[in-house]
């Protein structure tokens, strides 16, 4: 039997107008979003279709457009007949992959995301940071480079996204150093256009406001498989999803390690489900045997149809 987990990603795949052909095509894309409208007292809807693509950055908009971005894709593919064994979300995305399985409802789960937003533009108010991409290295080289960097400046791995493509973060001069210590050692910086210094120890504040937030819902066991970003390990209870997501904001996101965990348990087959193609492009990098389909469209829907007719 193949098995096909569904993907959902995180901050860095928004773009104006994601999700609006779903919602001009399937009615039940256009319900969630209007859920989403009334959930939120605001129109998510104008913001994810006709932008300002700079207001549409902004951490505490783009987080519930993708959240919702991503949902509608699922939804536009349940309702095509397409089923997953399991999930995975990339940072934000893992929330996705949470109401997926059933975790919590769609919008308490909107909520949370935008309380994390909240929590997240706050802490990196207080604790003011940037991070980077570093290319070419393998993550030992990157990871010790970090370690000696925190001699000017604390600086951590943040997003380790595929085999050669890792992302730090921490404050300017942390990452400035670490950055030019990867570059002695051959490798590719990337500065990234980020707000603050996520998946690092300086958003455990915002985790600890996340904990309050997450006392006020009702949570359930996942009904399928999760693989978590902290530990690339399915999900257990919740109390254990909590304290994971609690970890999740300062902790750093193990992509690589949640795709070699999926492959170890026989997936082969992947769907993308939201805007862009960025986890398409790591999942190839990180097993180039698997099959992976983005789902952010209707044409993406039918090839994914196509695919799983076969």
């Not at 949902?71 to 997953?84: D, F, K, M, N, P």
């Not at 006392?215 to 254990?240: C, I, M, S, T």
């Amino acid at each position: 039997m193949v098995k096909t987990a569904v993907l959902f990603p995180g901050q860095g795949s928004q773009s104006v107008g994601m999700a609006q052909a779903f919602c001009e095509t399937r009615p039940e894309a256009r319900a969630l979003v209007e859920r989403a409208n009334r959930a939120l007292g605001r129109d998510l809807a104008g913001l994810m279709f006709q932008g300002p693509e700079e207001a549409l950055k902004e951490t505490y908009n783009t987080q519930p457009s993708l959240y919702t971005a991503g949902l509608v894709a699922l939804e536009c593919l349940r309702g095509s007949g397409i089923q997953a064994d399991a999930y995975a979300g990339h940072s934000l995305g893992e929330y996705c992959a949470l109401a997926a399985a059933g975790v919590f409802g769609f919008e308490e789960g909107l909520k949370l995301v935008q309380a994390r937003a909240e929590a997240m533009t706050w802490a990196a108010k207080e604790r003011p940071g940037t991070m980077a991409a570093v290319l070419k290295l393998d993550d030992a080289t990157v990871e010790t480079a970090c370690a000696e960097a925190c001699a000017v400046g604390a600086v951590s791995p943040a997003n380790y996204n595929a085999p050669g493509q890792l992302v730090i973060s921490g404050t300017e001069a942390g990452v400035a150093k670490a950055l030019e210590l990867c570059k002695a050692a051959g490798g590719r910086a990337i500065p990234l256009a980020v707000s603050g210094p996520f998946h690092s120890p300086a958003m455990a504040p915002a985790g600890e406001r996340l904990r309050l937030e997450f006392a006020k819902l009702e949570w359930k066991a996942p009904q399928a498989p999760v693989l978590a970003n902290v530990d690339a390990r399915p999900h257990g209870g919740p109390l254990e999803i909590q304290e994971k997501l609690v970890a999740q904001v300062s902790s750093s996101v193990r992509w690589t390690q949640t795709i070699l965990e999926f492959k170890a348990q026989g997936f082969t087959r992947y769907i993308e489900a939201g805007p862009g193609k960025v986890l398409a492009g790591l999942v190839k990098k990180i097993d180039p045997t698997a099959m992976v389909v983005s789902v952010g469209d209707p044409a993406g829907l039918e090839q994914a149809l196509a695919e799983f007719s076969k």
